[in-house]
């Protein structure tokens, strides 16, 4: 498990320059988009997002939130998964590769650096790779120490 120095000014940085490579202006709205991954942490679903900016900025549409969550993760400056509760975002790291663990109770995320593409074999030559995502979900120690012990009837 790595260590991470990693700054949220180094995210807010990371994600403003991904956008201007892509031609985007970096509007206000987007900056603030950017901080507000910087300063979460965590993961943060399409609404989360909307309910935070329109407070700032009262006419953004859900819509408008929604395409450019998507158009962000398209260009890698956000991680998408589906969680039990439905589609969330987070900021990626951009400074090096690794995967994830992710607790499905508390959602929270520990990086690995084992990369299951060094295993894999037989892929057809046809084929060239730009990515791969690998997570795993279970349960951290804290949420499953908390759970239920399962009560055998007789």
């Known amino acids: ?16 320059r991904a956008m201007s490579q892509q031609g985007w202006r970096i509007t206000e709205q987007r900056r603030s988009l950017a901080t507000l991954f910087a300063e979460s942490g965590g993961y943060l679903s399409p609404k989360d997002v909307y309910e935070h900016m329109k407070v700032k900025y009262p006419g953004i549409s859900f819509d408008t939130v929604y395409r450019n969550l ?4 398209e ?3 956000l991680e998408q998964f589906h969680l039990a509760d439905g589609l969330k975002f987070k900021a ?3 400074s090096h590769h690794h995967h994830h663990m992710i607790c499905l109770s508390c959602e929270k995320t520990v990086t690995f650096e084992f990369c299951p593409m060094k295993l894999v074999q037989d892929l057809p030559e046809s084929f060239e ?11 951290c120690a804290d949420c499953k120490s908390a759970m239920p012990v399962p009560q055998i009837s007789e």
Request: aromatic share 8%; glycine share 6%; proline share 0%.
């Open 70 to 73: 998507r158009l962000l993760s």
């Open 129 to 139: 790779v730009q990515s791969h995502r690998f997570e795993i979900f279970g349960y």
């Open 75 to 77: 260009m890698g400056v």
């Open 92 to 94: 990626s790291c951009l």
């Open 1 to 16: 498990m790595q260590v991470s120095t990693h700054t949220h000014t180094d995210t807010i940085d990371e994600m403003l």
